[in-house]
């Protein structure tokens, strides 16, 4: 019973951490696009004129990740899921860090019971968001 009792509260201690653990670490994307057979390897271009061979765009991918996270961390993972969809290739187009939500500013009063918010202020959180070109070659 006492067994039972120390088994509960330390899952019960130890789940919030793994969930704030695993959340920090996650990313989300869409992906618009044709799938083909996974690849082994993808090559990274950030220029459209530096990819030599002839291709066609598959598709595209928009990500965005923890504001933390350093793009050394970022690349690996979109060029990942660009070979689960059997890209040759990934283009990275854009990148830029996006505010999440709104906060209210000022409430100013009209009447006794009557409140307007006079100005919203952009959200502390913010994530970094990647656009991605999905390549493959024409054979």
């Known amino acids: 019973m006492i067994y039972r009792?120390?088994?509960r509260n330390v899952l019960f201690l130890l789940l919030p951490v793994v969930f704030i653990l695993t959340s920090c670490s996650e990313f989300t994307y869409?992906?618009?696009?044709?799938?083909?057979?996974k690849t082994k390897d993808t090559e990274v271009f950030f220029r459209a004129k530096d990819v030599e061979k002839e291709y066609e765009v598959m598709g595209e991918m928009l990500a965005e990740f923890p504001y933390d996270k350093r793009l050394k961390y970022i690349q690996p993972k979109v060029e990942k899921v660009?070979?689960?969809?059997g890209a040759?290739?990934?283009?990275?187009?854009d990148f830029d860090i996006r505010r999440l939500g709104f906060t209210?500013?000022?409430v100013e009063p009209l009447a006794d019971t009557v409140y307007r918010t006079?100005?919203?202020?952009?959200?502390e959180d913010r994530v970094k968001r990647i656009k991605a070109t999905f390549i493959r070659y024409a054979n």
């Open 88 to 93: 040759d290739a990934v283009l990275f187009s």
């Open 5 to 7: 009792s120390v088994l």
């Open 118 to 123: 006079v100005a919203n202020v952009p959200g």
């Open 30 to 37: 869409d992906y618009i696009g044709r799938n083909y057979p």
């Open 82 to 85: 660009a070979r689960s969809y």
């Open 104 to 106: 209210s500013d000022k």
